[in-house]
Structure formats: structure tokens, C-alpha cells
Antibody, heavy 117, light 108 residues
Framework: QVQLQESGPGLVKPSETLSLTCAVS?????????WGWIRQPPGKGLEWIGS???????YYNPSLKSRVTISVDTSKNQFSLKLSSVTAADTAVYYC??????????WGQGTMVTVSS | DIQMTQSPSSLSASVGDRVTITCRAS??????LNWYQQKPGKAPKLLIY???SLQSGVPSRFSGSGSGTDFTLTISSLQPEDFATYYC??????????FGPGTKVDIK
């Protein structure tokens, strides 16, 4: 079955760029579906960051749009997140997920990213 | 954007209790509503998709209902492993999804 695994630095300095990658196994990204990033600050709820289709079409949360870039590499069957100019407010667990209208989300296990000098 | 609300924000219940959580969308989302359970330090786990379909492997004490703007998650007989936080999520506007603020279920 499809599995997703996030990877990337666990500590990022303020004003720098957070970069994460989600490796997908058990399903080819090129076959379809939307792929997204969702985050959860400590003790808080879930916030959708953005999504990408295998064609490269992207959709971003308006509150983060100016700082977010999501890209896909179908040859490696993975997609990536870049969030620029980070502050302490960006400290969160970051999840990657497969998004479907009718079948819910399939989630990665999540990766904690702390923004601190 | 579609906004999601949940009530209550938290509840205390005992093992064996029937528990009901409500989710409301700011506009009609048909049946594009999913429910997740999250335990501390873990990723959300899909319980119910398409408002009322039980995800494979999820106990039958969990059920979902509703359509349009109003939805309900019911746990028919609360078990010790059910103490967690529950989130609703609209997938009507996929790839742009939104989540409810969550309902924390703890032990009375």
C-alpha cells in the first residue's frame, strides 16, 4: 500500500528557508492524486500548507502563499516543500499526505521542525 | 474558503459512554467530510471518509453521518484506547483542504 516518509533538517535558523522532502512508495505520483503538506504547531490543530498535482500544478494556503514553494520530482517519486523567511511561529510537526476528495488523506509519520538560533 | 467548526472543543467521558462530536462547514460540502483520530506524538488516523464510510480496520463502534453542512461522529461505547483528539476535514475543495479545530476526548 502507499506509504509516505518525510525527511529534512529538524532545526532551522530564523529568517532561513525550511526544506523538506516526502518520499512516496507503493504508488507512482505520476498516476494521479494530489499530494500535500500539512503542519501542526505544538499543542495546536492542523493547518493545510499547500498541494501539488503530478503535472506540477500547485495550490497554496493564502496565509502562507508568499513564502511557500512545493515541487514534484516524478523520476524520484517524491515531492518537496520550501518555506522561506521562517520564524518561531513556523515551529511545527510537518506532515506530507496524499489527498483525495472521496477517500480521505493518507499521511506520513510527520517530522518535527524547530525554528531557533 | 470553506471554514470548519467542531463542538464541543473538549469533553470528559467514561468507558462505555456514547460520545457524539459535531462538525459544521461554512457552506455545503455534500458528503466530502472525513474524520481523523490523533493520539499524542502520532499522525492523524483516518476513521471515517465520505461522511459515513468506515475505513478498513476501524472498529464498528465508530460511525459518521450527515451531509451538506452538518456532520456527526459517534462512538457507541467508548473504549480506553479511544481517548484522543478528533478532527473533521472537508475534502470538497481538494486540493485545498481544511480541518476543524479538534475535539479532545479525555477520561472523566
Amino acid at each position: 500500500q502507499v506509504q509516505l516518509q518525510e525527511s529534512g533538517p529538524g532545526l532551522v535558523k530564523p529568517s532561513e528557508t525550511l526544506s523538506l522532502t516526502c518520499a512516496v512508495s507503493g504508488y507512482s505520483i505520476s498516476s494521479g492524486y494530489y499530494w500535500g503538506w500539512i503542519r501542526q504547531p505544538p499543542g495546536k490543530g492542523l493547518e493545510w500548507i499547500g498541494s501539488i498535482y503530478h503535472s506540477g500544478s500547485t495550490y497554496y494556503n493564502p496565509s502562507l502563499k508568499s513564502r511557500v514553494t512545493i515541487s514534484v520530482d516524478t523520476s524520484k517519486n517524491q515531492f518537496s516543500l520550501k518555506l522561506s523567511s521562517v520564524t518561531a511561529a513556523d515551529t511545527a510537526v510537518y506532515y506530507c499526505a496524499r489527498l483525495t476528495p472521496s477517500l480521505g488523506c493518507i499521511w506520513g509519520q510527520g517530522t518535527m521542525v524547530t525554528v531557533s538560533s | 474558503d470553506i471554514q470548519m467548526t467542531q463542538s464541543p472543543s473538549s469533553l470528559s467521558a467514561s468507558v462505555g459512554d456514547r460520545v457524539t462530536i459535531t462538525c459544521r462547514a461554512s457552506q455545503s460540502i455534500s458528503s466530502y467530510l472525513n474524520w481523523y483520530q490523533q493520539k499524542p506524538g502520532k499522525a492523524p488516523k483516518l476513521l471515517i471518509y465520505a461522511a459515513s464510510s468506515l475505513q478498513s480496520g476501524v472498529p464498528s463502534r465508530f460511525s459518521g453521518s450527515g451531509s451538506g453542512t452538518d456532520f456527526t461522529l459517534t462512538i457507541s461505547s467508548l473504549q480506553p484506547e479511544d481517548f484522543a483528539t478528533y478532527y473533521c476535514q472537508q475534502s470538497y475543495s481538494t486540493p485545498q483542504v481544511t480541518f476543524g479545530p479538534g475535539t479532545k476526548v479525555d477520561i472523566k
